[in-house]
């Protein structure tokens, strides 16, 4: 069992950055991908951005060029680093690891990190 934690949330302005981290009890480096969600009130969670075992690293359009995602397999973290927040970026971020054995998917979330985007 691997348990995530974020942190890195808060209240920030638009135009400014925030850094998220997501933090795994145990070695990422055997997830075959971790990723980033996010979910603003009234809305479904929707995927953000992804880091594979084979650092691809794919995003989604609302925040290409804006967001990076990145890891640190020695500290067993991943981040999100935010630039360019807007006030639609405002949301809970969760954090995601999926390893896969054979046909088994095991999924693994955090309990989320709150980012406010307000001036």
């Known amino acids: 069992q691997v348990q995530l934690v974020e942190s890195g949330g808060g209240l920030v302005q638009p135009g400014g950055s925030l850094r998220l981290s997501c933090a795994a009890s145990?070695?990422?480096?055997?997830?075959?991908?971790m990723a980033w969600y996010r979910q603003a009130p009234g809305k479904q969670r929707e995927w953000v951005a992804t880091?594979?075992?084979?650092?691809?690293?794919p995003y989604a359009d609302s925040v290409r060029g804006r967001f990076a995602i990145s890891r640190d397999n020695a500290k067993n973290t991943v981040y999100l680093q935010m630039n360019s927040l807007k006030p639609d970026d405002t949301a809970v971020y969760y954090c995601?690891?999926?390893?896969?054995?054979?046909?088994?998917?095991?999924?693994?979330w955090g309990q989320g990190t709150q980012v406010t985007v307000s001036s």
């Open positions: 145990g070695s990422i480096s055997g997830m075959n991908l």
């Open positions: 995601k690891a999926v390893r896969t054995e054979g046909v088994r998917i095991s999924e693994y």
């Open positions: 880091i594979t075992a084979a650092d691809s690293t």
